[in-house]
């Protein structure tokens, strides 16, 4: 297809978690519709909308460019991800035309050098085959005018980007703090007051139990689960390959013609019908890494509302190559609360671990107030080790942030941490120092990460500046996709 002409330019390269489409590919410069009906719309930018179904069709392209069914093109994230590209492009483009940006007849041509396609059409004696260009173009319902106007939209919004993403912090000297607070090192010695310590002097009533379950019943609620039968489709390697093609397409239309049962595929192709009990919306537990039931594919299919709601077949999943599968829910086995007496024992470790944690805490709570009377006192410490951002040792999150919040001008200090579901630690910072060593290739990386940050930062406060000057609105939430719709 054509769009691979244009797949090479990056236009928001340093936006990552969009998907990378051709502007004039999703939605085209001349298709931009006004006169949909209201309850089609979407969102509006600058009062033009994006409606349903331009959300649908770039759906389906981008699912096509990804390799992927156009089922995938119906779900709720997947044309989320679609109308958010939208949204984005035509954000940009107002932003171009209120900046009334321009793109040279030279670096128009520049850019269009630089597509492998477009090269190949020059002949060996230099000139340019006009006749091939278009019908290039043709073949993808294009023109001339369509193509160039394409072009040159995407050039403006890569140097409208590009612009943005060459902000660099406001002066070295901040970056050598920021760089500086990572390699940062300071002396702590720990004290730790752990729950499994304390566990011995808990024991809980009857009654503090029976109402711990009462309270918590999702605690102890059983998972829904399925029991499913399913077909496998798999190539024989001395089997031609075209035949094997035509099996797997009279595979993929019977289990869809006839899917309130896998019988007629499973009789004309002579597979068997195979079945499996308590498959989770994980999976099968205690099956194999390619078993047909440990593909994800497979298991959302099956927990679709077309196969978990209609008992319909799934669709026919390519789990590998030469390898289809097609299964249906026989049996959908509610989530349910267990029996207080099949829990009891969970139970109590629940309720145990849950006091203990408290005795941990408060302990920890009572020694910290006598150690800031005598900050000298060292009883009980661990030996002392050195730790920084770059070497945390086995610090990590709210402890690793109390510590380096601590002033290094009123040494020795103390913090205490309480970690959830262990107890709590006292950490005593004793000095603070800078390394004798730093690792240029460290130091080099987190700068670049320093400077990546604030460049997607600038990024985010420029769109959010754009966004707002192009009055978006949001008119009706976004829906997956019917069937009907989808397959039109």
């Known amino acids: 297809m054509f769009d691979s002409v244009r797949k090479h330019q990056r236009i928001l390269q340093f936006v990552l978690m969009l998907f990378i489409v051709p502007s004039f590919a999703l939605f085209g410069i001349s298709s931009y519709s006004e006169f949909m009906d209201k309850e089609t719309d979407i969102v509006k930018v600058n009062g033009k909308p994006i409606t349903a179904q331009e959300v649908d069709t770039a759906a389906k392209r981008q699912a096509e460019r990804v390799g992927g069914n156009l089922q995938i093109a119906q779900s709720l994230p997947f044309r989320q991800a679609i109308l958010n590209e939208l949204l984005q492009q035509r954000i940009l483009g107002f932003a171009i035309s209120d900046l009334r940006l321009q793109v040279g007849k030279q670096e128009l041509v520049n850019s269009l050098q630089k597509i492998p396609q477009i090269r190949a059409l020059y002949r060996q004696d230099g000139t340019f085959d006009d006749v091939r260009f278009k019908q290039l173009l043709a073949s993808n ?165 077309e196969a978990l709601k209609n008992k319909r077949n799934t669709e026919a ?48 709570s009572e020694k910290l107030a006598a150690l800031e009377k005598d900050p000298k006192n060292i009883a009980g410490f661990s030996s002392a080790i050195w730790i920084s951002r770059n070497k945390p040792g086995s610090l990590v999150g709210s402890s690793m942030d109390e510590i380096m919040s601590v002033n290094p001008s009123a040494l020795p200090a103390l913090v205490s941490v309480t970690n959830p579901g262990v107890g709590s630690t006292i950490y005593r910072v004793d000095q603070v120092r800078q390394p004798s060593t730093i690792d240029a290739k460290v130091q080099k990386a987190q700068a670049q990460q320093i400077q990546a940050l604030a460049a997607q930062s600038e990024f985010a406060g420029f769109m959010a500046y754009w966004r707002n000057s192009a009055g978006v609105k949001v008119i009706n939430p976004l829906k997956q996709a019917s069937t009907s719709s989808a397959g039109s």
């Open 317 to 364: 999943v390519q789990i590998a190559p030469g390898v289809f599968v097609s299964a249906r829910v026989l049996t959908l086995h509610p989530a349910q609360v267990l029996p207080y007496q099949d829990v009891a024992a969970e139970v109590r470790r629940q309720v145990s671990q849950r006091a203990a944690e408290k005795l941990a805490v408060a302990a920890a």
């Open 141 to 305: 319902g294009m023109n001339e005018e369509q193509f160039y106007a394409g072009q040159s939209f995407d050039l403006k919004i890569q140097q409208l980007v590009n612009s943005v993403a060459r902000t660099e912090l406001a002066s070295p000297k901040l970056s050598e703090i920021v760089l500086s607070l990572y390699e940062t090192e300071r002396q702590v010695q720990t004290l730790q007051f752990n729950a499994k310590d304390y566990l011995a002097k808990v024991n809980p009533s009857a009654e503090e139990l029976q109402a711990f379950y009462e309270a918590n019943a999702k605690l102890f609620e059983r998972p829904e689960y399925i029991d499913v039968e399913y077909i496998v489709l798999r190539a024989d390697p001395k089997e031609d390959s075209k035949v094997f093609n035509d099996k797997a397409d009279q595979f993929a239309n019977i289990t869809y013609d006839q899917s309130d049962s896998l019988k007629p595929a499973a009789d004309k192709l002579k597979l068997s019908i195979q079945t499996q009990k308590g498959v989770t919306r994980s999976g099968a537990a205690g099956v194999s890494r390619d078993h047909p039931l440990a593909n994800t594919k497979v298991v959302q299919s099956l927990y679709g509302d």
